[in-house]
């Protein structure tokens, strides 16, 4: 046979290579990443086995992590790699916030961090900004978007300061209950109210600086029991009545009536405050308690300054004094006071047009010497004793007692006038300052009126106080004044209607509590029914008082005053 032979060369393929080109997530949590490879060399075709289990070249919809990859040629040659796809940091968003006080509202500032800066916020009502303000209390979301689209979002709560008041109340009061209140001029005969009387609407005045008497009566169905009283005042306004200070009366047992007195702490700002009045069977009560037998009342005490009368005084005492003083019904023995006495918490009804008798007497150690006495009132009750008619009894260098009389002058408004007596050897002093010897003494002339009027002050509308009230009105009814304010309680503005006897100039006056004059306004009206406006606007809650003098008359009413 033949034989033939052949010859070749047997050579390999060349190295198989492999890439991966990630391609990374915009924001945290996508899944949209992508993986990329590349071969060379081998001998095609390739097979691909991804971790994730794909068989395909490129993969897809990846969320962050590492993706290994194994390529296979035909000859059974392989090679792997592996890649990262990485996202950014997740958006995290914090806010600090303020809470909501009344009507300003709350605040709240945002701060981002993670994604790829810079930032933008977007919040629930509609503001843009890190910061937003005069948010009402609730609930609200802020979302915050990176240079890359991706977003944040947190919701949080805008709280409020607003005060939540403890309650208390009385469980039964089937055998005692609180009866009458009197603090300073305020009286209020409350009678059984179950349990709980809600009189937030009557207005207590506390004059700064000024201690208020306080009297509290018991009621009982037949018999009487030991009862335990307490008046509490949330100064801080936080609702409660637990805070050092706010306890400001307390007494009992006792089976009747119970006295004191409470005093507005020094630097109490001028506003309105809760008060709340317990009164407790066989142990005291606290300010948040249930009461099994008893009764809870509770009352607003409105703070203000005081007129501020100036200061006066002897520097010596020491050999005479104002030993007695009589005026009008008030027979006040005095004695000896160190060159001062503050008697403001007796007072004589008096009318405009009435005629008050006044008694003097020195006191001396021994020999008596000539006084020199004058007796100022102040009749605008503005606080001072300088106007015109305001010294109403003179008599120089007299050494034993004097009398006389003066007159309340017919345009006097209603309301508390305060006089001073005034004794100093030798020359006259005046109503301010100091003086060498002698004494000064303060009381008070209660004008009221000889119709229903009643004295300005702290009196709360459904108190038993008459609506309308009438001062020193003539006989004949073609020739009165009178008048009505409405609506009342008032809120803004209130609308005062008067019935004049003639046509002219009406002086309309608006006074606080305190008998303080806030409001002037002078108008020439028609005879007849005529109409003006009160301006209430920006005034504290409270009681107040309207008066109106026209052709030698005056008119006058209370008007309480509610919260906007």
């Known amino acids: 046979g033949c034989t033939a032979t052949a010859t070749g060369t047997v050579s390999g393929g060349s190295e198989i290579t492999l890439s991966l080109a990630p391609a990374h997530l915009s924001c945290a949590g996508d899944e949209n990443g992508v993986i990329v490879s590349t071969v060379n060399g081998g001998s095609e075709p390739y097979s691909y086995l991804w971790s994730n289990g794909s068989t395909q070249p490129d993969i897809n919809n990846l969320s962050a992590g590492i993706y290994s990859l194994t390529v296979t040629d035909q000859t059974g040659c392989s090679v792997s790699a592996q890649a990262v796809v990485s996202a950014p940091t997740a958006i995290v968003v914090s806010v600090t916030t303020a809470a909501a006080v009344g009507s300003t509202g709350g605040t709240a500032e945002a701060n981002a961090t993670g994604g790829t800066s810079p ?20 609930t609200y979301t802020v979302t915050v978007s990176d240079a890359n689209g991706c977003t944040g979002t947190t919701t949080f709560q805008i709280e409020t300061d607003e005060p939540v008041a403890c309650t208390s ?84 047992p006792s089976n009747t009536a119970v006295s004191g007195a409470i005093t507005a702490p020094e630097g109490t700002a001028e506003g309105t405050y809760a008060m709340r009045i317990s009164m407790k069977y066989g142990s005291p009560a606290g300010p948040c308690d249930l009461i099994p037998y008893g009764e809870v009342e509770n009352y607003s005490v409105q703070v203000a300054a ?46 405009p047009g009435q005629e008050v008798a006044l008694t003097l007497t020195p006191g001396f150690t021994s020999s008596p010497f000539p006084e020199t006495w004058r007796v100022y009132a102040d009749f605008n009750q503005d606080g001072d004793f300088d106007d015109d008619g305001e010294v109403v009894y003179a008599r120089n260098n007299y050494p034993f007692p004097t009398s006389g009389t003066f007159t309340i002058p017919e345009n006097t408004l209603p309301g508390l006038v305060r006089v001073r007596v005034v004794m100093n050897y030798g020359q006259a002093a005046g109503p301010c300052g100091a003086f060498p010897w002698g004494e000064a003494e303060d009381y008070t002339l209660d004008v009221q009126g000889q119709g229903r009027f009643a004295q300005i002050g702290t009196q709360a509308i459904g108190a038993g106080l008459p609506a309308e009230m009438d001062v020193e009105q003539p006989a004949s009814e073609t020739e009165r004044l009178s008048g009505n304010v409405y609506p009342n309680p008032a809120v803004g503005q209130a609308l005062l209607e008067l019935k004049l006897p003639a046509a002219g100039g009406v002086d309309i006056y608006l006074y606080d509590h305190l008998g303080r004059r806030l409001q002037v306004q002078r108008m020439n009206l028609g005879v007849g029914v005529q109409q003006a406006t009160l301006d209430l606007s920006g005034l504290p809650a409270g009681n107040y008082r309207v008066a109106a003098v026209a052709a030698g008359r005056v008119w006058s009413a209370p008007l309480m005053v509610l919260r906007e």
């Open 119 to 138: 930032y933008t916020y977007s919040w629930s009502n509609g503001a843009m900004g890190n910061e937003v303000s005069g948010l009402p209390a609730g």
């Open 169 to 252: 109340r009385g469980q039964s009061t089937q055998y005692e209950w609180i009866d009458r209140v009197q603090i300073g001029g305020f009286e209020h005969q409350s009678g059984n109210n179950g349990g709980l009387g809600a009189f937030g609407n009557m207005i207590v005045g506390l004059p700064l600086g000024e201690s208020q008497e306080v009297v509290l009566e018991p009621g009982y169905a037949a018999f009487t029991f030991n009862e335990y009283w307490r008046i509490w005042i949330d100064w801080n306004q936080d609702g409660d009545f637990l805070d050092a200070g706010e306890l400001m009366f307390q007494a009992g």
């Open 306 to 351: 005081s007129l501020g009368y100036c200061e006066v005084g002897a520097v010596s005492s020491g050999s005479e004094w104002v030993e007695r003083v009589v005026l009008g019904s008030i027979d006040n023995l005095s004695g000896n006071d160190g060159g001062y006495g503050d008697y403001t918490s007796l007072s004589h009804p008096v009318a």
